[in-house]
């Protein structure tokens, strides 16, 4: 089991950004998927962003490809989320969790860890 430590939210205008950083423990950081999900009132939880440990990354295209960046730092035991352009429907608590077996890193059910969440508040 990993833990995971989630920072960097908070409240922005519309048109700001914000970076997101989830801290890993352990040793095996580099051999984890990690990903971005959010949840706003009254919504499901939806995939946001991931980063394989190759690298490759995956986004939501309809709702941030373009606005948002994930990226890690392995040396770090670090995954992170650049959000620039923010929205109003933006809004939402920010999950980042980590997967350690290979596959789609668009489920959330697929993960075997989460963070605790951080706000993302983007006012208009």
């Known amino acids: 089991q990993v833990l995971l430590v989630e920072s960097g939210g908070g409240l922005v205008q519309d048109g700001g950004s914000l970076r997101l950083s989830c801290a890993a423990s352990?040793?095996?950081?580099?051999?984890?998927?990690m990903g971005w999900f959010r949840q706003a009132p009254g919504k499901e939880r939806e995939f946001v962003a991931a980063i394989r440990r190759s690298g490759i990354t995956t986004y939501d295209s309809d709702s941030v490809k373009g606005r948002f960046t994930i990226s890690r730092d392995n040396a770090k035991n670090t995954v992170y989320l650049q959000m620039n352009s923010l929205k109003p429907e933006d809004t939402a608590v920010y999950y980042c969790?980590?997967?350690?077996?290979?596959?789609?890193?668009?489920?959330?059910?697929?993960?075997?860890?989460w963070g605790q969440g951080t706000q993302v508040t983007v006012s208009s």
């Open positions: 352990g040793r095996t950081f580099s051999s984890y998927a």
């Open positions: 969790a980590a997967r350690r077996t290979s596959g789609s890193v668009v489920a959330g059910s697929t993960y075997d860890d």
